[in-house]
């Protein structure tokens, strides 16, 4: 089962891969201090983003808290809908809400890379 924090991480590894392109969400930007504050080191991808936020959950920013909340709340029933059989980690969560961007809500596609 996915913990809030993970479900939200997801979102930010999603939006951190296509901050060159310029749509960038709310999620980067409120945890933008925290990546590089605890995760500077860590290479985007596959999960580890969202691995080295859940390992640092306590000391989150509360700005960064609020939006990965927000984002969790946006498309958990996305998640629970076209990707419930999906194995957690490894970027696998973040791959399924991808290939289902047609599909997904409103709510959570406004809250992804576009």
Do not use: F, W
Not at 13 to 42: H, T
């Amino acid at each position: 089962m996915l913990t809030k924090l993970s479900v939200a991480a997801i979102i930010l590894v999603c939006a951190s891969s296509v901050a060159q392109a310029g749509n960038v969400p709310a999620v980067k930007d409120a945890c933008e201090a925290d990546v590089k504050a605890y995760c500077a080191e860590v290479r985007p991808g596959k999960g580890r983003l969202a691995g080295c936020l859940k390992e640092h959950e306590g000391e989150l920013s509360s700005e960064c808290t609020t939006a990965l909340n927000a984002a969790k709340e946006a498309c958990e029933g996305d998640i629970q809908t076209y990707c419930a059989d999906v194995e957690p980690g490894g970027g696998r969560v973040a791959d399924c809400l991808r290939k289902h961007q047609d599909q997904i809500s409103d709510d959570c596609r406004n809250v992804m890379p576009r």
